[in-house]
């Protein structure tokens, strides 16, 4: 049989769900981060605004995302997941329509807690559980991964245009029109699972979870995802303002962000080959861990030395290591979990990463100007435990691939 006649790994109904799922994975990533490297440095510009303030309006969007993921996660396993996303992209829109017309720091920050009410990321990565059969899933989460990286690339890169061209308010409403799309694609594109295997309405929420948290392997990626998400929040706060501060013109941060991007998707590729391929995920994790932590040794020696270098060095070994995490993280999740708790266990994940981004943004803006070191040394802290809690990771049991 020639190369071009092979059959697909996938069907026909399992692309239709991959294509629209990413596509609406893509928006909504791009829309949040979008936000990411521009936010702290135009959040300046509104009345009331201090380091501080402009940080927990940088991170209250992960604290509703986070207090959220559980209950939305399971709220899908009972009635739905399609119903749920619908719902969710709405409070998103929502939030974006109040952000655009803010003009203070505290509008800002109630706008921003609605935008993050919105928590769909966990039933995302659910419904294509549902929708994809186990021996092709981890290639459907590859997919959706892809999208979320492919999202990154395009916002970090347009970022700056977008911020001059726009302002704030102006990139909240091409944010709105972003989420409608996203809204569409739902409702119109988006298949229903043949089969759902659907949680009595009896379940209790915290069986659920604690029956969920009881996987050791679990709590690993979820110590994981919240020293990503603290560091992601803090990283993309920090430098952004601390660059401004050096110099750098904002719509010039393309010059740094893209061959930053370049690196971040060369890690993710091999990330993918060397977890997902050859079975090495606690190794993959590791060499992340060791990224991430040589992202705050740059920030620190930046800071001794002033000198804005060591700044830059430190977004690249951050982006880099946030990179390594990225494909295989819901990967793990869906196979540490059974069919019937997927948006439990996506919900555990994506809160665990969500406070993490409150708890970084909010803490950075907190010690920024006085105490910094002390914020990077409770960094470096927490990347020491996960990389002690991943010695004991173990590999899951190698797949068949299907060719």
Request: positive net charge; glycine residues 8%; contains cysteine.
């Amino acid at each position: 049989m020639s190369e071009s006649a092979k059959p697909s790994i996938f069907t026909s109904y399992e692309k239709k769900s991959i294509y629209s799922l990413s596509g609406i994975l893509f928006f909504r990533m791009f829309s949040i981060f979008l936000l990411l490297p521009v936010f702290s440095v135009l959040a300046m510009d509104l009345e009331g605004a201090t380091p501080f303030l402009i940080g927990v309006a940088f991170g209250a969007y992960g604290l509703t995302q986070g207090l959220l993921q559980l209950p939305f996660g399971m709220w899908s396993d009972r009635v739905g997941r399609k119903r749920v996303i619908v719902i969710g992209l709405g409070l998103f829109m929502a939030g974006n329509v109040l952000a655009a017309f803010a003009d203070t720091i505290h509008w800002m920050i109630v706008a921003r807690f609605l935008q993050g009410s919105g928590a769909i990321s966990s039933t995302v990565f659910a419904l294509i559980a549902d929708l994809t059969r186990p021996e092709v899933r981890t290639r459907a989460n590859a997919a959706l991964g892809a999208s979320v990286g492919i999202a990154f690339a395009f916002a970090f890169g347009s970022a700056p245009f977008f911020g001059e061209w726009l302002g704030l308010n102006g990139m909240f409403l091409m944010i709105v029109v972003l989420s409608a799309i996203s809204l569409v694609l739902v409702l119109t594109t988006v298949p229903n699972p043949e089969s759902s295997p659907l949680l009595p309405q009896k379940t209790s929420f915290w069986n659920m979870a604690k029956t969920v948290w009881k996987v050791p392997t679990l709590r690993t990626i979820s110590w994981g995802g919240f020293v990503c998400g603290a560091g992601l929040a803090s990283t993309f706060f920090l430098i952004p303002m601390i660059l401004v501060q050096y110099g750098y013109e904002r719509a010039e941060m393309w010059k740094i962000y893209l061959p930053m991007m370049l690196a971040g998707a060369v890690s993710m590729i091999l990330a993918a080959i060397f977890a997902e391929v050859r079975n090495r995920f606690r190794e993959v994790m590791l060499f992340g861990i060791i990224l991430l932590f040589c992202s705050v040794i740059s920030m620190g020696i930046g800071q001794e030395q002033d000198r804005h270098l060591w700044f830059v060095v430190a977004l690249f070994f951050f982006f880099m290591g946030f990179n390594v995490f990225e494909p295989i993280f819901p990967s793990l999740v869906t196979r540490s979990t059974t069919a019937e708790t997927k948006g439990t266990a996506m919900g555990v994940y994506n809160f665990s990463q969500f406070i993490g981004q409150f708890v970084g943004a909010t803490v950075a803006g907190a010690l920024y100007v006085n105490n910094f070191l002390i914020f990077l040394l409770l960094l470096a802290v927490a990347e020491i435990w996960f990389f002690y809690l991943t010695l004991s990771f173990p590999n899951p049991e190698k797949r068949n691939i299907v060719k």
